[in-house]
């Protein structure tokens, strides 16, 4: 089994991919259809944007099963099928990276808010579980629970990946910047209260996706690396923070923008730099060119 940390560990920066739901939105994905069952009924387009990465020289890319937990499917009457759609979404993406680049299988939020008691933690874990398992089986590396907020739900995404797989762990959680100036997600949560508790849960690497541009996302790493220096860190950074033109949302940092950005990441200790909403192809190709010459 190939290993994330065991690349890390020789000293390599690696390159993730970019953006999917903007990419499946403009390969005709509609407004309120589910994302994963184009696992199924889009297979081809699906798996043209994993391989669109690996050929901008990405080392490794994620899964179309972001949405896949069935708690979350309920919402489109599809979660009876979540083992079927992650495993299918492990599988396009194998698929594209063949076997010498790695597969992170994609896992979000479950929709439910844990704190309120909304539905029993026992069915979010469960939900987890199956997802777990579906990816591994078809083909994942590691696992990626991101764009998390609440802690407790991300650790029992963690514990279920370390119960029920081999597979490595990432977590990586949303953060804005408040009024006060301090980085807190959704939920309240601190850069530091996230890693105490991920690492705690059985995190391999932590980090920071979605919701801030570059600039942002550095001073949210600078803050994880104070208060842990060891771990590993990966960054999934919006093309900039969006803004609303002409009835439709735009991210406004330019490959050339963003890039010229990276290497300030790697020198703050960031071991994984990918792109998250925006973010295209020649977005990477770019931080291929900054990193690699």
């Known amino acids: 089994?190939?290993?994330?940390?065991?690349?890390?560990?020789?000293?390599?920066?690696?390159i993730s991919d970019g953006g999917w739901g903007t990419f499946l939105h403009e390969l005709g994905l509609g407004v309120g259809e589910c994302p994963e069952i184009w696992n199924i009924t889009h297979r081809e387009k699906v798996l043209s944007i994993p391989k669109s990465y690996i050929d901008a020289g990405a080392d490794m890319v994620l899964t179309n099963s972001f949405g896949a937990h069935p708690v979350r499917l309920q919402h489109y009457v599809l979660q009876d099928r979540a083992y079927e759609l992650n495993?299918?979404?492990?599988?396009?993406?194998?698929?594209?990276?063949?076997?010498?680049h790695f597969v992170l299988g994609s896992i979000g939020p479950s929709g439910a808010i844990i704190m309120m008691q909304e539905i029993p933690e026992e069915k979010v874990y469960d939900g987890f579980r199956i997802q777990v398992e579906a990816l591994?089986?078809?083909g994942a590396d590691a696992v990626?629970?991101?764009?998390?907020?609440?802690?407790?739900?991300?650790?029992?995404?963690?514990?279920?990946?370390?119960?029920?797989?081999?597979?490595?762990?990432?977590?990586?959680?949303?953060?804005?910047?408040?009024?006060?100036?301090?980085?807190?997600?959704?939920m309240g949560v601190s850069p530091e209260e996230m890693i105490a508790a991920v690492k705690d849960a059985g995190a391999d690497i932590i980090g920071a996706n979605c919701g801030i541009g570059f600039d942002q996302m550095l001073e949210v790493v600078k803050e994880i690396k104070e208060a842990d220096s060891t771990t590993p860190?990966?960054?999934h950074a919006n093309a900039g923070i969006p803004v609303v033109k002409?009835?439709?949302?735009?991210?406004?940092?330019?490959?050339?923008?963003?890039?010229?950005?990276?290497?300030?990441?790697?020198?703050?200790?960031?071991?994984?730099?990918?792109?998250?909403?925006?973010t295209t192809p020649e977005h990477i190709r770019a931080f291929v060119r900054e990193i690699r010459g």
């Open 87 to 100: 495993e299918a979404a492990a599988a396009i993406s194998r698929e594209a990276a063949g076997d010498d």
């Open 246 to 278: 002409n009835n439709k949302t735009v991210f406004p940092e330019t490959p050339e923008m963003m890039s010229s950005k990276v290497k300030c990441l790697v020198d703050a200790g960031v071991n994984i730099i990918g792109g998250c909403c925006g």
């Open 136 to 138: 591994a089986k078809g």
């Open 144 to 186: 990626c629970i991101e764009t998390m907020s609440e802690i407790a739900e991300a650790c029992l995404a963690i514990r279920a990946a370390k119960e029920f797989t081999d597979l490595e762990v990432v977590c990586t959680f949303t953060y804005q910047k408040t009024v006060h100036g301090y980085y807190r997600t959704m």
């Open 233 to 235: 860190v990966l960054v």
């Open 1 to 14: 089994m190939k290993s994330l940390l065991k690349e890390i560990a020789k000293g390599k920066v690696l």
